[in-house]
């Protein structure tokens, strides 16, 4: 996770220094949303559609793409842990990727 979220956490900490120093203020908050956002959020929501887009194209039946996606995204774990900045989603959403 922390590769990942490396080219964030360099492009925002140019901009506004995040250091242990740092306290706790909305500049680690908005650090730490951003991490979550371009990692677990971003591959769960990638995820999501190309398995629409595989079902879609292996079945041609849009109703059996649209569930096979929302039952991934909203029937699993991995909506609760998208929006957090451990690996659980990001493992998922490889795993679907793949």
Do not use: E, K
């Amino acid at each position: 996770m922390s590769l990942l979220a490396t080219p964030i956490a360099l492009a925002f900490t140019r901009i506004a220094p995040v250091t242990y120093q740092t306290p706790f203020d909305r500049v680690w908050t908005v650090f730490l949303y951003l991490c979550g956002l371009t990692t677990s959020s971003l591959l769960t929501a990638a995820a999501g559609v190309l398995l629409f887009r595989y079902i879609l194209d292996r079945t041609g039946d849009l109703q059996a793409a649209l569930i096979a996606s929302l039952a991934f995204g909203l029937g699993t774990p991995v909506w609760g842990w998208a929006t957090s900045f451990f690996s659980h989603a990001t493992s998922a959403s490889l795993l679907v990727l793949g």
